[in-house]
């Protein structure tokens, strides 16, 4: 498996974080793991389009051009040939950047892109062709074209930013009165903006900064719990069995065992670190 990120030019990368390509020639033929990050994605599928699990439409044959909303539950897919696909994700204050409006009704799906974005399908999926070809022209204009339509707000993105810094410790009402809004009217606005509740947001950036530090530091899960903002480390398995369904032992031992090559997160593990093994 190849998996490798490509950061967006700076004009976009208030809107974009990096567009991915994920190859893989011969992929397992169990089901992978994804886990949830607090990004959208828009996603073509430039060989096989994987089937995708989910708790509405149980399993179901994928598009080949999707958008990936936001959700708190981890994403399985189940490969019937080889893989070979670019995404586009965006920053979490551009994630109404194609859904609009539709955007926090979507949450825990992936969905055909045209169904939420007409005119865009065709296009991505030729820009997205070239750019695996050597050339990434056509399609950073296409996103730029797409970003200079949308205005971020400002005081979301400096509150999901201001989450993510604090690993998603920060208390939700101090973000609020840091953005001098009501923490209702926080809570409403940072929804419409990225598509979760701002605790849904934090609980992810905890998940995803839990992760990087089982994958790369040898602690023990007690003092990890502690360091994460989680009460004990009880409730930082319940939590990460919740979303991955692995305990934080399990989860470590995969997350290892995945550098050997073979290993039931190898995909999860791909996203994580930005990069394959």
């Not at 030729?126 to 400002?154: E, N, P, Q, Y």
């Not at 973000?175 to 001098?180: K, M, Q, S």
């Not at 209702?184 to 947001?201: D, I, Y």
């Not at 934080?248 to 093994?277: I, Q, S, T």
């Amino acid at each position: 498996m190849d998996y490798q990120e490509f950061p967006a030019p700076r004009e976009l990368q208030r809107h974009v974080q990096c567009v991915w390509r994920l190859r893989d020639p011969a992929p397992a033929a169990t089901a992978q793991t994804i886990y949830p990050d607090g990004r959208c994605e828009l996603i073509v599928h430039l060989a096989t389009a994987p089937r995708c699990w989910d708790s509405i439409d149980g399993w179901h044959d994928q598009s080949r051009h999707l958008f990936a909303a936001q959700r708190v539950t981890a994403v399985r897919l189940e490969s019937r040939g080889p893989l070979d696909c670019v995404g586009v994700r965006l920053a979490p204050a551009a994630s109404a950047l194609v859904a609009a409006r539709s955007l926090p009704q979507l949450r825990d799906r992936i969905v055909n892109l045209t169904s939420v974005a007409r005119g865009l399908s065709g296009a991505l999926g030729r820009a997205a062709a070239a750019f695996v070809a050597g050339d990434a022209t056509m399609l950073w204009r296409l996103l730029a074209r797409r970003c200079a339509k949308f205005s971020i707000d400002a005081r979301m993105e400096s509150a999901a930013t201001r989450i993510e810094r604090s690993a998603g410790q920060l208390r939700i009402e101090a973000v609020a009165r840091a953005a001098g809004m009501s923490a209702r009217g926080f809570q409403t606005r940072f929804r419409a903006s990225v598509g979760l509740t701002p605790k849904e947001f934090a609980r992810l950036a905890r998940l995803q900064a839990t992760l990087r530090a089982l994958d790369q530091r040898d602690v023990n899960l007690s003092s990890l719990a502690a360091d994460a903002g989680f009460a004990d480390q009880a409730h930082a398995t319940r939590e990460l069995k919740r979303i991955t369904g692995l305990a934080p032992a399990k989860l470590r031992a995969e997350l290892r065992r995945d550098r050997a090559g073979d290993a039931a997160v190898r995909l999860a593990a791909a996203f994580v670190r930005g990069y394959a093994g």
